[in-house]
Nanobody, 119 residues
Framework: QVQLVESGGGLVQAGGSLRLSCAAS?????MGWFRQAPGKEREFVAT????????YYTDSVKGRFTISRDNAKSTVYLQMNSLNSEDTAVYYC???????????????WGQGTQVTVSS
């Protein structure tokens, strides 16, 4: 059983930056970040493999967001720059056995952290 705890969310002005963290209680393999805006389905944001050498992003965040991990600290990060109002959502981290864009491929989920971008 792996527990995931996100932190780092908050209120930021458009154009600003935030860094989300996800601390894991155990060993994890592929990690992902997802987000869910009000009235919308949860959507894929980014994923990273065990070593951190392979990453994938959804098109809307490419060039603005960076996923990374520090396995010594059992922590995954999501650096978010140039934020806009469409990035407002609850952000969730997830752990699974392989990298995927699909919610169903991840076994463990955090409780989520709210990111609100004001225009």
């Amino acid at each position: 059983q792996v527990q995931l705890v996100e932190s780092g969310g908050g209120l930021v002005q458009a154009g600003g930056s935030l860094r989300l963290s996800c601390a894991a209680s155990g060993r994890t393999y592929a990690m992902g970040w997802f987000r869910q805006a009000p009235g919308k389905e949860r959507e894929f944001v980014a994923t990273i493999n065990w070593s951190g050498g392979i990453t994938y992003y959804t098109d809307s965040v490419k060039g603005r967001f960076t996923i990374s991990r520090d396995n010594a600290k059992s922590t995954v990060y999501l650096q978010m720059n140039s934020l806009n109002s469409e990035d407002t959502a609850v952000y969730y981290c997830a752990a699974g056995s392989r990298m995927s864009h699909s919610n169903g491929d991840y076994t463990y989920w955090g409780q989520g952290t709210q990111v609100t971008v004001s225009s």
